[in-house]
Structures are given as structure tokens and as C-alpha cells.
T-cell receptor, first 119, second 111 residues
């Protein structure tokens, strides 16, 4: 079974703190993603990475950065946490898609989520 | 652009009732379609998927058929149980690299 592990399930941080959320996957997936999930808004993509040291902005990258130094690990960084970043953060991974008919059900797998509260 | 629209919730059903959660999509090319389920306090889990038109995905009594003519992928279950209470997300990938999710539909099943 695919395993995507998020290091912290519940965190409480103060405004202005630097926050690291760590994610590790064990399936040799090329793609890794960070989403946040908020009531009524569904999942929103923050950043994704398709290779080591590569990153692409998603829909809501402001206030976040990421790091991918090893293929299996993708970190989300909140440089200066703010109360509007209180949310559930979901890491995910997938194989690199071939595009076109080659999507063949390329599947994204999620971690358990990290609940971050910024006070 | 590519997108998924699913029915608004919340949905409340009695045990053994029939479930339908509507999902329609907009995509170019040949997307793969998915349903994910999220139980309270957990991440999303793959429930079922379909990769081409007229494919039927099925798992745990849930089914969904990929309808290209109506661009739909509605989730159905003939008899829901209390343990099916969760949030259900419809999703698609046009390329296998970008994934687009609906906003989720909350289902509560009462005994």
C-alpha cells in the first residue's frame, strides 16, 4: 500500500512563528503536492513538485514556500504564520503522468492531514 | 479550464436508503475520473476511479459510470450504512499530473 506520512497531526503555533510541515512518501512517486482544506472551499493547491528541487506554484502560494531536497520528502514552510493560515494541510503524491490517453488512472494519494492552529 | 462541479451538501439519509451524489466535469482530452472519501479527522482515500468513457468504477458497494456524452460521473450506492457517513469528493486529472477536486459533499447516515 502507498504510504504518505505527515509528521505532525496537530500543531498550535503563535502568530509570526516559522512553521515546518513535513511529508514523506514511500512509493517512489515523482509528484508531490501540498493542499489546504477549509470548510466550504474544498481543497486548494498551494504548491506541487514534479522532481527533486523543482517546485510549481498552485492556486494559493502566498505566504508559503516549499522544499524538496530528496525525492521522498516534501516540506511546506510558513515563513511567518498568521491566523488566516489556520487550516488542515494535506500532503499528497503520485507518479508522473504521461498526459493524453496515458493518464490511465494515475492516482493521487493523500496523507492523514495536519491540523494547524495559529493563535 | 478543467474543473469539477459536485452537488452541494449536506446530505442526510436514513440507513438503507439509496444514495446519489452528482458530479459533472469540464475537461479537454481524455481525463481520468475519481471519487475520494474523507472520514472525520482523516485524509482523502481513493474510493473508485474510471479511466475512459463508459467505464464503471466500483468499490464497497459504491459505483460511478464515466459518461462522456453528459460529462458526468455520479456516485451511487443502493443501500447506505451509518459507516458511510463521510465527505465525498469528485476529482479528475486531464494529464495525470494536475488534479482537480470538487468542493466535497458531506453525507450523514442516520440509523
Amino acid at each position: 500500500d502507498v504510504k504518505v506520512t505527515q509528521s505532525s497531526r496537530y500543531l498550535v503555533k503563535r502568530t509570526g512563528e516559522k512553521v515546518f510541515l513535513e511529508c514523506v512518501q514511500d512509493m517512489d512517486h515523482e509528484n508531490m503536492f501540498w493542499h489546504r482544506q477549509d470548510p466550504g472551499l474544498g481543497l486548494r493547491l498551494i504548491y506541487f513538485s514534479y522532481d527533486v528541487k523543482m517546485k510549481e506554484k498552485g492556486d494559493i502560494p502566498e505566504g508559503y514556500s516549499v522544499s524538496r531536497e530528496k525525492k521522498e520528502r516534501f516540506s511546506l514552510i510558513l515563513e511567518s504564520a498568521s491566523t488566516n493560515q489556520t487550516s488542515m494541510y494535506l500532503c499528497a503524491s503520485s507518479f508522473l503522468g504521461l498526459g493524453g490517453r496515458g493518464t490511465s488512472g494515475n492516482t493521487i494519494y493523500f496523507g492523514e492531514g495536519s491540523w494547524l492552529t495559529v493563535v | 479550464g478543467d474543473s469539477v462541479t459536485q452537488m452541494e451538501g449536506p446530505v442526510t439519509l436514513s440507513e438503507e436508503a439509496f444514495l446519489t451524489i452528482n458530479c459533472t466535469y469540464t475537461a479537454t482530452g481524455y481525463p481520468s475520473l475519481f471519487w475520494y472519501v474523507q472520514y472525520p479527522g482523516e485524509g482523502l482515500q481513493l474510493l473508485l476511479k474510471a479511466t475512459k468513457a463508459d467505464d464503471k468504477g466500483s468499490n464497497k458497494g459504491f459505483e460511478a459510470t464515466y459518461r462522456k456524452e453528459t460529462t458526468s460521473f455520479h456516485l451511487e450506492k443502493g443501500s447506505v450504512q451509518v459507516s458511510d457517513s463521510a465527505v465525498y469528493f469528485c476529482a479528475l486529472t486531464p494529464t495525470g499530473n494536475q488534479f482537480y477536486f470538487g468542493t466535497g459533499t458531506s453525507l450523514t447516515v442516520i440509523p
